[in-house]
């Protein structure tokens, strides 16, 4: 593993309600306690901030960070003291001007907004806590609210939208100046509202086809407007990516803090937080799971992390695990030109970004170990 960049995740699990299509460790309750959560998520970093000496990135994630005390926010940041950006995830109906600033005063200097879309029929669907219109209110706060960047999360592929509908979202975004932008079609995860609803046939999404034609267009306007793809969701202009997740494409180490939060030392190890708050509270040195993986699994959590990001897999590394790719294997794709190789990685290509998951399913049945 490398340890070029390490990085520090908060997962901050609460949120006002649960939207409709969401999967993550999130939790809905009237009192969080979240003094004590984060005198736990101090007492942890505590136990392990000796295998991360020089933090670059710190990233608070959620559940909706927004809704954490600010002074909670600027003592973490203090004690974890990253020498690079710290980002913060932010929502709609949990932002003002004067968290805006406040946040900014305690040393956050990126914020990635939760806006997902700017139609009220669409918003409504997703079940958010806000309207449309707080979402286009908060675009508009942050271009003047003085950070060193910020990053707006669109959802697409959402049930009966039209290309017109889509196109208005990315004409806000752009039309903000918006320095990065994610872009997530909308997926349906079992055990969810919208999960259950789709099994039950009550909810249908749009079929692949529309989703390619979605996801072209965004790009074209996207690439247009200078904003460059560096991984399937993610697009910035010069000198705007995000530093911390970048750091996860590029499997670089970092711990993880937090119920739930997965972490990875310098050493290869995997760490996984205990999930349930409570649990968390009690127990802050406490995980769920640490453990180093073998090399094979090393070899394909490479292979998983890097394959997505406009670097792709870098061969050097999977080599000094003991593993490659079987070029034949992926030959019929190098041929195709959905993927290449360039300067010691296999990455994607042309039309290979719009099948990454295939892809990523051929680059894993092509690894192999390597002759030493
Ligand atoms: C870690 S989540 C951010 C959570 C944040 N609390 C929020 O909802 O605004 C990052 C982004 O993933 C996207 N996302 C989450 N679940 C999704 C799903 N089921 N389908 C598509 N995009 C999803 C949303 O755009 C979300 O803003
Ligand atoms: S705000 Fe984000 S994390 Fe919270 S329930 Fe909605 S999608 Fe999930």
Not at 245 to 251: P, V
Request: glycine share 8%; with cysteine; hydrophobic share 40%.
């Amino acid at each position: 593993m490398s340890v070029s960049t390490p990085g520090v995740y908060v997962h901050l699990p609460w949120c006002a309600h649960r939207c409709h299509y969401c999967s993550f460790n999130v939790l809905v309750e009237r009192s969080p306690p979240q003094a004590a959560y984060t005198q736990a998520l101090l007492q942890q970093w505590a136990g392990i901030r000796e295998h991360f000496p020089a933090p670059s990135t710190l990233y608070f994630g959620g559940g909706t960070p927004s809704l954490h005390p600010v002074e909670h926010i600027a003592a973490l940041i203090k004690a974890v003291a990253p020498t690079g950006e710290v980002t913060l995830e932010a929502n709609p109906g949990s932002t003002s001007i004067e968290k805006l600033a406040a946040w900014r005063d305690a040393g956050v200097t990126r914020l990635s907004l939760g806006l997902q879309t700017f139609s009220e029929r669409h918003t409504r669907f997703l079940h958010r806590q806000h309207s449309a219109v707080q979402a286009l209110e908060l675009l508009h706060a942050v271009t003047h609210a003085g950070f060193e960047s910020w990053s707006a999360d669109l959802i697409f592929n959402l049930p009966g939208q039209t290309l017109e509908e889509l196109d208005q979202d990315i004409t806000h975004i752009l039309a903000s100046g918006a320095p990065h932008v994610s872009l997530y079609g909308l997926t349906a995860h079992p055990g969810t509202h919208l999960g259950k609803a789709v099994d039950a046939g009550r909810v249908r999404l749009p079929p692949d086809d529309d989703w390619a034609q979605a996801y072209g267009h965004i790009l074209q306007r996207l690439q247009d407007a200078g904003l460059s793809r560096y991984e399937v969701s993610n697009f910035a202009r010069s000198g705007q990516r995000g530093q911390h997740n970048q750091a996860y494409w590029r499997a670089h180490a970092y711990a993880g803090l937090g119920a739930g939060a997965h972490g990875c030392l310098p050493d290869g190890t995997r760490t996984l937080g205990l999930a349930d708050p409570t649990a968390f509270i009690a127990t802050p040195l406490q995980y769920a799971s640490w453990e180093t993986p073998n090399a094979e699994q090393r070899a394909l959590d490479l292979l998983l992390s890097t394959l997505r990001h406009v670097d792709g897999v870098p061969l050097a590394r999977l080599h000094d695990l003991g593993f490659t790719l079987n070029k034949r294997a992926i030959l019929p794709h190098l041929k195709l030109g959905t993927l290449r190789e360039r300067k010691g990685c296999i990455s994607l290509f042309g039309k290979g970004w719009l099948i990454a998951d295939g892809l990523t399913r051929a680059c894993v049945r092509a690894l192999q170990s390597s002759p030493p």
